[in-house]
DNA sequence: AAAGATGTAACTGAAACGGTTACAATAAAA
DNA sequence: TTTTATTGTAACCGTTTCAGTTACATCTTT
C-alpha cells in the first residue's frame, strides 16, 4: 500500500500558506492550488491544529503556522496526518499458530528487523524540514 | 497505511519451507502455521513464483526455494508481494494546479525528497536476508 | 481411476481513500 | 443587527484494497 496523498497535500497546504503569507489563507483557495475539494482541506487543517502545528481561524478564515518551517519535520506532518494503527508500518499476521515452532516465534524474529526499517525510514523523515521545500519552491518559481 | 500482512506472511512461508525441509511442504500446512486460509498462501506462492524466488511443484505438491536463503531480501519479498503502482511509495495528489506557482512546482520540490526517503527504506530493506531470519529463528526455537 | 495437491475465478465483508453535499457555528464587516 | 464569509462536521458516495472463503478445473503420482 501508498502512503495516502493526505502526507503531500498537507506538505503542498504548508507551502500555500506560507508562499501567499500576504493574504488570508482559506480552504477554497488551497483547494484550488491543490486540485481538491475544501472538504477535504478543512479534515487536514483539523488534523494538523490537533498536532500543535498550526492554528485556524474560525468564522473569519486564515492559518498560522505556529513554528519557523525549519522545526516542522516531514515526519512531523507524517505523523500528524497519516492514520497508521499503533504507529506501526509493518502489518502483522495475527493468528501465527503456537502449536508450531515457526509460528510460536516468528513474532520474535520479526519484530527488531520490522522496526528497524521503520526507524530508519522515520529518521529520513525527519531530516527534512518545510524549511527545505520552501526554498527549493523559491529558486523553482524564480526559474 | 499499513504494508499488508502478505509481506510478514510471505516470509513465514520461507521460514516454514526451510525449517521443514526434509517433508513436502503444501499449502494446507503453511496456512495453519501462519493461521489463514490456504487459498490465500497460494496466491502469495504465485507471486513469490512470479518473482523467481521459488518452484511450485503442480499436482504434487511441495515448494523449493530457487537461492540461498543469504541471496533473497526482505526487498525482494516486498517487492514481489506488495503492489504499489509504479513502486511508488509515497502517493502524490494527482491535480496540483498548474495556473498557481505552488501547483506548479511542488511535484518538482517534492519528488527528490520523497524518492530519498523510499530509497533509505529500501536499502534497509536490502539489508536484511531471509539467511538472517533462519538464524535467529533457530535461536529463539532452540531456547 | 483415485487421491492429493495446485491454480484460479468468483464472491464476500470490512476498511480506507478521496470526494461531495449540506448545514450549523462563528467572527467580522456593513 | 443583519449580512457575508468562513470554518467545523456529519452524512453520505463510489472505488479500491485487503483478507478470507467456496468451488472447481487442472495436474501429477500412485
Known amino acids: 500500500m501508498q502512503i495516502s496523498s493526505r502526507f503531500t497535500m498537507a506538505i503542498h497546504m504548508f507551502a500555500c500558506i506560507d508562499t501567499f503569507k500576504e493574504q488570508k489563507m482559506t480552504s477554497d483557495f488551497m483547494a484550488a492550488s ?5 472538504v477535504i482541506i478543512r479534515k487536514l487543517l483539523q488534523q494538523l491544529k490537533a498536532a500543535g502545528l498550526i492554528e485556524v481561524a474560525r468564522g473569519t478564515g486564515g492559518v498560522r503556522i505556529t513554528r519557523p518551517l525549519e522545526n516542522i519535520t516531514f515526519l512531523d506532518v507524517y505523523r500528524a496526518v ?19 515452532p515457526v509460528g510460536r516465534n516468528i513474532h520474535h524474529v520479526l519484530d527488531d528487523k520490522l522496526n528497524k526499517v521503520q526507524k530508519t525510514m522515520e ?7 518545510l524549511g527545505d521545500v520552501k526554498k527549493d519552491l523559491q529558486e523553482w518559481v524564480s526559474k
Chains 1, 2 share one sequence.
Open 82 to 100: 497519516e492514520c497508521t494503527p499503533d504507529n506501526e508500518l509493518f502489518h502483522f499476521h495475527e493468528n501465527p499458530n503456537e502449536k508450531c
Open 34 to 38: 491543490i486540485g481538491t475539494n475544501p
Open 123 to 129: 529518521n529520513e523523515l525527519e531530516a527534512i524540514t
